[in-house]
């Protein structure tokens, strides 16, 4: 069939439009791909700055002439961070984003350089805190590790965490993965979704990230589980009765409470410091939990005297109030005193206890985690 002027201009004119669309199509393309440049800067270290980050953030290393292993240091710097207000070098701000002032973040409980992996987010604009929330919701419900969210407070520079409830708006946002708990570190898959999360919420809020290597994040939070697993002790004594027979609850209740212990929610026996902090419990040996409802008519065959060493300030302190009160246990309940393979406890057993205590709570200190202290309680969780 011939094909008539017609119909070749008409072909024409359809493949020259869409040559044209496709065109547009790659010119667009790569003009996201400027912006998203420009406001997802990787590769820039960790989201401290200057000295700090490079005393936090590089990986332990084990000094290879040493004639025994050499506890890692996580150093000091994270206790020596400015206050907020200090004059430090300004970020330079990415699409759509007005230069800010770049304020370190304070030591906080909730963004440690040394628990956790805190990312930076600066918005042109300010942003509603329930926005933000509304963004992150559904990833980070995905993380096994906690994810604090903080905010500059413009009024007075001061750096502080959002709550479920904050209605204000800021344009200074931190977010903060903890990266090592009692369950071990940071795997790279979720530290990679916490990366793509925060990045997706500085996308939709037009906000600036800088974002560190997430291989040397990784590192960092092998190394600190590492040296946490090291020190990480729990000492426990039991007291039996010395008959094989059991101790009446209303008899037990009245010697811990003497000996200054509250029987607590959780249905054991605690003592604690005068700044709140536990230093050890009092638990029953058996299933059964001490309720005070039910603790009178309550028998048990013995107690579990426990000290968890790198929660605690002053371990040999602790450690001899505990004992203390076991002794008095065993001594008015007629029982015995013995360690956690059943067997009595000796002179030396206990000297030898009060000596690894304080050994492990020297690394602890020596390796830049006070006992006892906020970063400890949250490591040693």
């Known amino acids: 069939m011939a094909i008539s002027e017609l119909q070749i201009a008409l072909i024409g004119a359809g493949a020259a439009g869409v040559a044209l669309v496709w065109g547009y199509n790659v010119w667009q393309d790569r003009q996201h791909r400027k912006t998203a440049d420009r406001i997802f800067k990787g590769g820039q270290g960790d989201a401290l700055t200057g000295e700090e980050a490079a005393a936090v953030a590089a990986p332990v290393e084990f000094p290879a002439d040493a004639g025994e292993r050499q506890e890692p240091h996580f150093g000091d710097a994270a206790d020596e961070l400015p206050q907020a207000g200090a004059e430090t070098e300004g970020v330079e701000p990415g699409a759509g984003a007005a230069v800010a002032e770049s304020v370190p973040l304070p030591l906080h409980e909730c963004a440690d350089p040394v628990a956790d992996c805190v990312l930076r987010l600066t918005a042109a604009e300010s942003l509603p805190a329930p926005a933000v929330q509304a963004m992150q919701a559904a990833w980070a419900a995905e993380l096994s590790k906690p994810l604090h969210w903080l905010v500059r407070n413009e009024d007075d520079g001061v750096w502080r965490q959002v709550g479920a409830h904050d209605t204000g708006r800021y344009r200074e946002w931190a977010a903060a993965l903890q990266l090592v708990d009692r369950r071990g570190a940071v795997s790279d898959s979720e530290l990679a979704r916490f990366f793509d999360g925060v990045q997706h919420v500085a996308q939709q809020a037009a906000a600036t990230v ?129 360690d956690a393979q059943r067997a009595p406890l000796s002179d030396a057993m206990i000297d030898a206890i009060r000596a690894k205590t304080a050994e492990l709570q020297q690394r602890m200190r020596d390796g830049g985690i006070e006992p006892g202290s906020i970063r400890a309680l949250r490591l040693f969780s």
């Open 210 to 338: 800088e974002l560190p290597s997430r291989g040397e994040i990784v590192m960092r939070a092998a190394s600190l589980d590492e040296f946490c697993a090291a020190v990480d002790i729990q000492f426990v004594l039991h007291v039996v009765e010395a008959a094989g027979g059991v101790f009446a609850g209303t008899k037990l209740r009245g010697v811990a409470e003497a000996a200054g212990l509250v029987l607590e929610g959780d249905g054991v026996f605690r003592a604690r410091d005068a700044a709140g902090g536990e230093l050890f419990t009092v638990a029953n040996l058996g299933a059964e939990r001490f309720e005070a409802e039910t603790i009178r008519s309550l028998a048990t065959h013995g107690l579990t005297l426990s000290m968890d060493v790198p929660r605690v300030n002053d371990g040999t302190l602790a450690f001899d109030r505990m004992l203390a009160v076991a002794r008095q246990l065993t001594t008015t309940l007629g029982g015995l005193l013995v």
